[in-house]
């Protein structure tokens, strides 16, 4: 039986069985720091065979279909948190540099026919489709349009997750800057694409830990390592993962790529800042390769494929 303490009544601190009206701490909680194995699915979430699992951290959806109907509650967060095969640490996926029309905030009108083309009337923060993701459209991030959709109040993206208990949100699209920048994709070559994400990332930490006082809610970008460069975007983060760091799916990597990638995530990891690095290989052999290459560097690596849709565990690399 767990005895869980609980500070809601003024000049009384009461010892009970059940959870009370703040989330309580878990006798076993494990510190960012101490993790050492994670495991990142976004599709087909089975939270009682994640739970199972020896992982510290679970990177998953806020909803098991990506809608509101099926957005996980606090009780199953929580159940997750403190699931039988030991504690674990819980960061809800958020998109922040592409939409996806299958989420609550979508409107049907952006695009009706599904062409990957804004309709007229659309927001102005809209931008194209994208061809590799059908679904998925850039986004002008800097607009204050798209930001409110993120956080501000109870009815934003980040307000729901916090709201289901995560204990951190896991930022994907932060290396957009790259295409709307200069000489990016996009053709706008906006000189601030770059300061643009970094404000927008500082914005987010600053309203969950001030606004909300929740100061050890962890926050993690994807992708991006060269944002290293801003030492006051390194502080204010609590990790970094990165995908595709030694190989793109089963094939390897430009030297170039890597190195570049390394150097940048080296700075994270100087600062003492989590390092989580998930590479697509399905070949044993470049798993070994892969975890070997990633923990020779004091990064945690997770190995799986690229649609984060099954419960990966590796032989011989095993969740402890």
Known sequence: ???YRLACISGTVLLLTVTGCRKPERPEAISWSEVNDFVYQLQNIDMAAIGNTKFDLVIIDYSAAGDEKTRFTNQEISMLRNSPAG?????????????????WYWN?????NHDGIPDPGAPSWL???NPDWPGNYKVKYWETGWQAIIFGDSTSYLDKIVAAGFDGVYLDIIDAYEYWGPGGESGLNRPAAEPDMVAFVESIADYVRVKMGMTDFGIFPQNGAALSSHSDYVQIV???????TW????????ARHTNEVIAGLDVFKQAGKLVLVTDYVTRPELIDSFYAKAEAKGYVPYATVRDLDVLTINPGHEPD
């Open 1 to 3: 039986m767990n005895i």
């Open 238 to 244: 609590t990790g970094i993962g990165q995908e595709d």
């Open 87 to 103: 504690p674990k640490l819980v960061l809800g996926y958020m998109s922040i540099g592409e939409a996806e029309d299958y989420r």
């Open 127 to 129: 931008g194209l489709g």
């Open 108 to 112: 049907e009108n952006w695009d009706r």
């Open 247 to 254: 190989y793109e799916d089963n094939e390897p990597q430009p």
